[in-house]
């Protein structure tokens, strides 16, 4: 799969959008989802066992749409090996309660602080570790609560990692520290 082409000065974020959806509904007839979901869960374990050592820990994750990079494997191998894994639940002013995986109970909003890794979902993050979400505010919201050390991950479709500057920044959006896509495995972002 290739790269997204982005001209950084008159792509606007509804724009760029716009784009990277189109381009993930063209190229999901093409996708092995059950290879992709073996290698990013591959991948994303090995840096949360770098990250803990081997101990267990809350992680956030999330349950991917058909078009995103699919994190059911992901999430049954976090859960296997002892880590409670941390769902989001969306309310209606589109903030996120959380609730434990294969549960209903909420937690409530500041269970994401408790999370020593949190994956996130991205259309797009560049090099400088800026994550292009969908627009909602969501996770902006959410990660203000999180813990100041917590690994934060993007979760991304080959061909989503774009250069420095690709992506349009706001005072609200929060980098992130490392991108993992299927093909390409784990990329740390910025200054991480």
Known sequence: MTAV???ATSADKPALRRRLRQTRRDRLPERDIE???TAL???VMALVEERTGGRVCRVAAFES???????????QRL????HEVVMPVMLPDRDLDWRVAGTSTPLGLKAIHESEVVLLPGLAADSDGNRLGQGGGSYDRALGRRRPDALLVVLLNDGEL???GEIPVEDHDVRVHVAVTPSGGS?????A
Request: glycine residues 6%.
């Open 187 to 191: 990329v740390r972002l910025g200054s």
């Open 162 to 164: 774009l250069a420095s």
């Open 35 to 37: 290879a992709e979901a």
């Open 5 to 7: 082409t982005v001209d």
């Open 41 to 43: 869960a591959r991948h």
């Open 79 to 82: 859960a296997s090996v002892g």
């Open 65 to 75: 749409l058909p078009t995103e990079p699919p994190t059911h494997r992901l999430v």
